[in-house]
């Protein structure tokens, strides 16, 4: 899956920086992302998962996606969040809109599309996604 969604994200995005929400202690997609050069910063509320990353070299900043610094985020070329609560999907999306970037979940199976989004399937990967032209 992490693969899956690094190869997608670098055939969507070229330049800038990408950024991770709710990374929690999965790094590989961010992992994978910098290994193919993109700019990556991972955000989580957990100090210790911000910690983990910084030793594996990631950038990495404690934030809480509900009450977010929009500093961290602005200029970013996209964000995404693999597998994010039911309760951060309003907050993903109000930040996407919030800062003009596209938004990428890789939801549970169970989650609904959220409203605004396009459901997209790549090689068997389920992704949802809000461009920058629907924000």
């Known amino acids: 899956m992490h693969e899956k969604l690094a190869e997608y994200?670098?055939?969507?995005?070229?330049?800038?920086?990408?950024?991770?929400?709710?990374?929690?202690?999965?790094f590989k997609t961010a992992l994978k992302l910098k290994e193919l050069g993109f700019d990556i910063l991972v955000v989580d509320w957990n100090p210790k998962a911000v910690e983990r990353a910084k030793e594996l070299k990631l950038n990495a900043v404690i934030d809480n996606i509900f009450n977010p610094?929009?500093?961290?985020?602005?200029?970013?070329?996209?964000?995404?969040?693999?597998?994010?609560t039911p309760e951060m999907m309003p907050y993903l999306l109000k930040?996407?809109?919030?800062?003009?970037?596209?938004?990428?979940?890789?939801?549970?199976?169970?989650?609904?599309?959220?409203k605004g989004m396009k459901l997209e399937n790549y090689k068997g990967l389920v992704i949802y996604k809000l461009k920058a032209k629907d924000i």
């Open 9 to 26: 994200l670098s055939q969507k995005i070229k330049k800038g920086r990408i950024i991770e929400i709710g990374v929690g202690f999965n």
């Open 95 to 114: 930040l996407a809109r919030i800062i003009k970037a596209p938004l990428y979940i890789v939801p549970f199976s169970t989650d609904a599309v959220p």
């Open 69 to 84: 610094q929009l500093e961290i985020y602005n200029g970013a070329s996209a964000i995404y969040s693999i597998r994010p």
